[in-house]
T-cell receptor, first 115, second 112 residues
Framework: EAGVVQSPRYKIIEKKQPVAFWCNPI?????LYWYLQNLGQGPELLIRYENEEAVDDSQLPKDRFSAERLKGVDSTLKIQPAELGDSAVYLC?????????????FGPGTRLTVL | KQEVTQIPAALSVPEGENLVLNCSFT??????LQWFRQDPGKGLTSLLL?????REQTSGRLNASLDKSSGRSTLYIAASQPGDSATYLCAAHRVGAQKLVFGQGTRLTINP
């Protein structure tokens, strides 16, 4: 069974440029998460989707970040414009249920460097 | 607000030793507590999930315990191997929050 797929794995951009990350969750998983992980820290939730509905986006900086999960399957996270402080690893995860209490499966992440 | 702390930040032990990683959380109202492993440049791999009604879970050489009253969880690794070298993160799922709150991780090095 394929795991959570993310692309690209690495991205280097200059500040003020836009960037997008893509995630394909495990087949059949209803809940999808985007996390941000800074160096030496644990992941922090940015947004959680139940099917195609964003049910928790309280930690998403909405002035520059946006996300979508069309058709309740794969998802895209966008930053526009990127700032130096956005350099981090962006992790996508998925879980089978919709209450958020079961095991989450993580993708390998996208490492973003903003110059 | 749930806060999760892992001490120490880094640990180095000789191969073959048994070891314990610690995790503490401030809010005992949790659905579950999960332990993850993260290898350099990789995503997180779930190791064990302990439901709030459980006291421990075991998988192979790993044993995780949960004491909600004291706000603590431990991950016990028996007969450590160099392949166990990684960062170990714990995460608490707080009731009502519907999200995991992670600790900052313990970077474990097993020396051959």
């Amino acid at each position: 069974e394929a795991g959570v797929v993310q692309s690209p794995r690495y991205k280097i951009i200059e500040k003020k440029q836009p960037v997008a990350f893509w995630c394909n969750p495990i087949s059949g998983h209803n809940t999808l998460y985007w996390y941000l992980q800074n160096l030496g820290q644990g992941p922090e939730l940015l947004i959680r989707y139940e099917n195609e509905e964003a049910v928790d986006d309280s930690q998403l900086p909405k002035d520059r970040f946006s996300a979508e999960r069309l058709k309740g399957v794969d998802s895209t996270l966008k930053i526009q414009p990127a700032e130096l402080g956005d350099s981090a690893v962006y992790l996508c995860a998925s879980s089978l249920g919709v209450d958020g209490t079961d095991t989450q499966y993580f993708g390998p992440g996208t490492r973003l460097t903003v110059l | 607000k749930q806060e999760v702390t892992q001490i120490p930040a880094a640990l180095s032990v000789p191969e073959g030793e048994n070891l314990v990683l610690n995790c503490s959380f401030t809010d005992s109202a949790i659905y579950n507590l999960q332990w993850f492993r993260q290898d350099p440049g990789k995503g997180l791999t779930s190791l064990l999930l302990i439901q709030s009604s459980q006291r421990e879970q075991t998988s192979g050489r790993l044993n995780a315990s949960l004491d909600k009253s004291s706000g603590r969880s431990t991950l016990y690794i028996a007969a450590s191997q160099p392949g166990d070298s990684a960062t170990y993160l714990c995460a608490a799922h707080r009731v009502g929050a519907q999200k995991l709150v992670f600790g900052q991780g313990t970077r474990l090095t097993i020396n051959p």
